[in-house]
């Protein structure tokens, strides 16, 4: 869909809206104006601002990307992950043994 087609589309629901609201909420004719007004400007303005977001987004995409950079910090990470695994698993595993060893002193004792 154009940005274009999208703002009128949005202007047309928000003054939908704005006469919903008006209606249930107004108790003269100006404040059904008004009402209708303010919601359809605020919807028009709201979508200039989706419409806008959107197409930065869209020319963001376009800028350089630092691969190579990237790349060789992930290996950096992948490396220290490693590394405090392996450090972990042995702590676990010297954790292990030690109440493997607690139980069996605790088992002698009791003997």
């Known amino acids: 869909m154009l940005g274009e087609?999208?703002?009128?589309?949005?202007?047309?629901?928000?003054?939908?809206?704005?006469?919903i609201f008006g209606i249930l909420k107004s108790f003269d004719a100006e404040g059904?104006?008004?009402?209708?007004?303010?919601?359809?400007?605020?919807?028009?303005?709201?979508?200039?601002?989706?419409?806008?977001?959107?197409?930065?987004?869209?020319?963001?995409?376009?800028y350089f990307f630092p691969?190579?950079?990237h790349e060789k910090e992930l290996d950096f990470f992948v490396k220290e992950?490693?590394?405090?695994e392996k450090l972990i698993d042995s702590a676990c595993k010297i954790t292990d043994l030690a109440v493997k060893m607690?139980?069996?002193?605790?088992?002698?004792?009791?003997?």
Do not use: M
């Open 67 to 69: 691969k190579d950079t």
């Open 81 to 84: 992950i490693n590394k405090r």
């Open 32 to 62: 059904l104006l008004v009402y209708t007004f303010f919601i359809t400007a605020f919807f028009y303005l709201f979508s200039h601002v989706i419409i806008a977001f959107y197409f930065r987004t869209i020319t963001a995409k376009a």
């Open 102 to 111: 607690n139980s069996q002193d605790v088992a002698g004792s009791k003997l």
């Open 5 to 19: 087609n999208f703002v009128y589309f949005f202007t047309v629901q928000g003054f939908f809206v704005g006469i």
